[in-house]
């Protein structure tokens, strides 16, 4: 075969090492436009994996930069005046010459043609070859001369970053984070060899263009840059080597995802590889991991169906597909964490406490839990704990380990909840002329046995004809608040958890069969009049709502205050006010629900007015010692609906209003929604919510593990996290996720001890014998 990579970065090269190494009759020749020891860049880290597997590829030049690699443990944290460090999280690194020239070296004996100083502009230059590595970076031109074949979706985002060096060496990869008048810059610190270190600085556009950075020259911002971060260089310079390749020396990152990877030319075969095909954020390093990974799989394809001509089409297939798994699983990665260092001035810096501000930061990329930093440094995450637990009012111990997060108590104007866990609101569709009965003070009351610490019956209707279903519970008459006290009588006396309800009017979405008939389904008979704030159907075959007029919206606020009352009086000791997933409140604050032209439709202040003025009806009728959460959908997941930044101008009118939390939901509110699932799927709008509008938050969507609650609230993403499906499958969710990370000072009813250390015991003896 005769392969051709155009670009002689380290996916090219590694590339085609392997392949003359693993088939010497290949013609491989590698074209640079570079000079040979020329090169752009700094040094660049590696994960211990990727190292595996180079050794396992090829041992040469795997110990040769093995012998070159820098290795190192710690991270430190330069922040407000304090230093802070956690060891554990072993990272390598070496200079990108140093990288390239290793396997430069271990080209030419192998007989890899590398050719050096011939920049390619088209790959048909090669129409010998049959197959084409297009491994020339980010702005490939091979890439660029096919957009409708690869499809390429380029994002600029939004910080600056210069790439520099020093000669000051660091023990620790270091960030450093210092405040201007105009706003944060952040500094990520690495050595890579005895002499230097990596020193990438960022910034927003905003402070980049306040401090007249876009118009200094290299040295200039240079300068800048040196004063700026003068404490941790400590007397030693800043250095540019990008001059020669880039014109402007900030940058911004760009984020690339392709539709496909290659494509026949009528001659060869050509293939994206590494940066051409798509990049990673430098905030957790992994670009130079993805090339040489390509590299390895485009071989190991090779090996596995036959170093063949014929077989390329299917080799690129194959390496397509397996490739592109790994590569979304990084990119999610580095999106987070590219997103924490682009909002952290106005998110973070200015709202944490050091402490929550490094938990925060060291879990940016939310593949780091906090169980994975007890495996890193236990010492550290310890000394975390005992931090957060003396926050949350507890005494603990100078040393040992305590609580972890979501088991410390959280306490609301009076309400003082025994953990941070919440049985999310979900309808059981099993109530009739809206009563509790036996099935929901079962149901509830098994949960606070479980050991949740706020219990949410379903959304309670405020009318009969604000039920969702015949099925739903609704507080409008006495009896009904009797099978409350019911409720409440026996979670006080039995359990240390609290009662919360939440008050909502179906709107819209009214009038439909039970779930298991078919969710959303009108009502074939017993159905009743729909309001809502448009006279928008919500299914094609739903019946259209009356658009409320003033009448409406006098009798709907008369009966929340009616059912907050009747609440109060049942000692409810929570009241959460219904205001997502497209019922009636959430259809007022949607603009694809709400097309009024009066003094409730339009921008913020309109659709937001009669959800206040309900809201503030409620909360002067609810005792002022309680608290109220507001349920928001934060993203309407279509085009033209709300999205997160709504919901925080919703948020802070809440909050401005009296609301003592927001609960962090999304969607339900247009039929067409392309929401994205995905594990904590919906915590990124509490953290937002939080750390923007300063408002307490819960967090709620596919949290299913004590791990992913714990991160969550130790790193101030929520106050505190909702689960929902998880309790339907087990009603001692909480004692059983205590358990299962070791926690067994947790009490369980004294009814059920018995059956405690058996569980723990269990649990322990299945842990040891999977991991024999
Ligand atoms: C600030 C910053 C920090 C980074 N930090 C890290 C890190 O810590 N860890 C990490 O793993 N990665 C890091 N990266 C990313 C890393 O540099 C790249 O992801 C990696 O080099 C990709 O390798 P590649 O071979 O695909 O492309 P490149 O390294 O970009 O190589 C492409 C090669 O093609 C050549 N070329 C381009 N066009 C032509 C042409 N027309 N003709 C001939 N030759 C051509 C170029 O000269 C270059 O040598 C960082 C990137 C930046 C910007
Ligand atoms: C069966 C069921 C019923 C639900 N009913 C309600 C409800 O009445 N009110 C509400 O705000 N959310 C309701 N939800 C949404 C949940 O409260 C929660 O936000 C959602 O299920 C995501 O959490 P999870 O991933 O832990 O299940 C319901 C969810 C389920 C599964």
Not at 126 to 144: E, F
Not at 526 to 540: C, N, V
Request: charged share 25%.
């Amino acid at each position: 075969m005769r392969i051709v990579c155009i670009g002689g970065g380290p996916a090219g090269l590694y590339f085609s090492l392997l392949m003359k190494k693993l088939h010497p009759d290949h013609d491989v020749t590698v074209v640079e436009r570079n000079k040979p020891y020329d090169t752009f860049g700094w040094g660049v880290v590696f994960s211990d994996a990727t190292m595996q597997s180079m050794r396992a590829w090829d041992i040469e030049s795997a110990s040769e930069i093995e012998s070159a690699f820098n290795h190192w443990d710690d991270i430190e944290v330069l922040f407000k005046g304090t230093r802070q460090r956690t060891s554990g999280h072993g990272f390598v690194g070496i200079g990108r010459r140093k990288l390239l020239n290793i396997l430069q070296a271990r080209c030419e004996p192998l007989g890899v043609d590398l050719k050096f100083e011939t920049d390619v502009d088209s790959d048909l230059q090669y129409p010998d070859a049959d197959l084409v590595i297009a491994s020339d970076g980010l702005n490939s031109k091979i890439r660029n001369r096919y957009p409708e074949v690869f499809q390429p979706d380029l994002v600029v985002r939004p910080n600056r970053y210069i790439w520099l060096g020093t000669n000051r060496l660091f023990d620790a990869f270091t960030f450093d984070f210092r405040k201007t008048e105009h706003g944060w810059f952040q500094s990520h610190i690495y050595k890579f060899d005895d002499r230097t270190s990596t020193f990438i600085i960022e910034t927003t556009e905003e402070a980049y263009r306040a401090h007249g950075l876009d118009k200094m020259g290299q040295q200039g911002s240079i300068e800048f840059c040196k004063s700026l971060f003068a404490e941790v260089l400590d007397g030693s310079s800043l250095m540019t080597n990008a001059r020669h390749q880039r014109g402007s020396a900030w940058l911004n990152f760009v984020r690339l995802i392709c539709g496909k990877w290659s494509h026949f030319n009528g001659h060869s075969h050509v293939v994206l590889m590494g940066d051409a095909a798509h990049t990673a954020h430098f905030a957790i390093g992994s670009g130079t991991k993805l090339a040489i990974d390509d590299a390895i799989e485009l071989a190991n394809q090779f090996q596995i169906l036959g170093h063949d001509k014929a077989k390329i089409p299917e080799v690129l297939s194959a390496y397509e597909e397996k490739r592109r798994v790994d590569v979304a699983r990084i990119q999610n990665a580095a999106r987070n964490a590219m997103e924490w260092f682009e909002v952290v001035g106005r998110r973070y810096a200015d709202t944490l406490e050091p402490e929550q501000f490094m938990y925060s930061m060291l879990t940016r990329s939310q593949r780091i839990s906090h169980e994975n930093l007890r495996l890193r440094d236990k010492d550290w995450l310890e000394g975390y704990e005992r931090w957060f637990a003396r926050k949350s009012g507890l005494t603990v111990a100078e040393q040992g380990r305590c609580l972890p997060p979501m088991f410390t108590p959280f306490k609301s104007r009076r309400t003082a909840l025994p953990n941070r866990i919440v049985v999310s609101p979900m309808a059981i569709y099993s109530a009739t002329d809206g009563l509790i009965n036996d099935f929901h003070v079962v149901h509830l009351a098994s949960r606070a046995l479980g050991g949740a610490g706020l219990i949410f019956a379903e959304m309670t209707c405020v009318s009969p004809d604000a039920r969702i279903t015949p099925g739903c519970l609704g507080l409008w008459n006495d009896a009904q608040m009797g099978g409350w006290k019911r409720l409440t009588h026996f979670v006080h006396s039995n359990t240390a958890s609290k009662v919360g309800i939440q008050l909502g009017h179906a709107g819209r979405k009214g009038a439909t069969k039970v779930a298991w008939d078919g969710i959303d389904m009108p009502l074939e008979s017993g159905s009743w009049p729909l309001i809502s704030a448009s006279a928008l159907p919500y299914l094609k075959q739903s019946s259209v709502p009356k658009a409320m007029d003033r009448d409406d919206m006098d009798r709907v606020l008369n009966d929340f205050v009616a059912a907050t009352r009747r609440a109060a009086e049942a000692d409810v000791d929570w009241l959460e006010f219904h205001c997502a997933h497209g019922y009636l409140l959430s259809s007022f604050l949607s603009p694809l629900t709400n097309r009024r032209s009066d003094e409730y439709g339009g921008d913020h202040d309109n659709r937001a007015r009669y959800p206040l003025e309900v809201f503030a009806a409620v909360r002067a009728a609810w005792p002022a010692d309680r608290p109220i959460s507001v349920r928001l959908s934060c993203n309407d997941w279509f085009e033209g609906g709300n999205t997160p930044e709504d919901a925080a101008i919703f948020s802070k009118m809440f909050k401005d209003a009296g609301a003592d939390m927001i609960d962090c939901s999304s969607g339900q509110v247009w039929k067409e929604e392309k929401p994205v699932y995905g594990r904590l799927f919906q915590t990124p709008f509490s953290d937002k919510i939080r750390n923007e509008v300063h408002v307490p938050t819960i967090a709620v969507g596919a949290i299913s593990e004590a791990d992913h609650a714990n991160s969550i609230i130790a790193a101030g993403r929520a106050d505190l996290c909702a689960v929902a499906r998880p309790h339907l499958a087990d009603p001692a969710w909480v004692l059983h996720e205590a358990a299962k990370i070791g926690l067994t000072n947790i009490d369980w009813p004294k009814q059920y001890v018995s059956g405690k250390s058996q569980f723990e015991n269990n649990l322990a003896r299945t842990s040891v014998l999977s991991a024999k």
